[in-house]
């Protein structure tokens, strides 16, 4: 059904594999806690990215790689994709971090003189780690529309046909609304999304590829 490609299918195999292994020690101690905090440590800007919390969100990131993986990398070749790949996925690590550590901050001072304690302390006591490869994902997807604007993609809900261009404004819309007016509960690292995105759109952009669109 897919053409998978090798580095495709190697993040495919590492994914599943980390996946089969997860428990909440692993996520504790490899997924990315706030830079300020006493659980973080810089491994955790990559290996985040190999975690996941639970089968639909490892099903719908693994979904995306392989339905738009393959054509970036054999578009780029294996070196080039990935690079991508890892560069959009740590770029998103990088925007998510600085707006958590904007929105937390923000939240110590209404409750610093209740908490009582330094601003690290803080992050440390109410820090919850971010797991995923949904950065990179979104990511590819942004690399997808760039490159291969007009192709048409042919979704499962509703389905109907729609080129990669206009797929790639909704979700990029969707997600900043999303970042921006979501509930507290929401639990989704929306920031994370639109980092991949926007790190995928420098990249593409540095590398000049827009000259070469196909349809």
Sequence with gaps: MFNLTPVVRILLIINVLVYMVTNEAIIQQFGLHSFVAAQFNPIQILTHMFLHGGLNHIFSNMIGLIV???M???????????????FTGIGAAFLYGGINYYEMQRVYELY????????AQFATQYDQPMVGASGAIFGVIMGYGLLFPNTQLFLLFPPIPVKAKYLVIFYAAFELYSGVYRAQADNVAHFAHIGGMLFAFILVKYWGSQGKTLY
Excluded: A
Aim: no cysteine; glycine share 16%.
């Design 68 to 70: 738009f993986g393959p």
């Design 72 to 86: 970036l990398e054999s578009y780029w070749g294996p070196k080039r994709f990935t690079f991508f790949y890892l």
């Design 112 to 119: 610093r003189d209740e908490f009582g304690g330094t601003f």
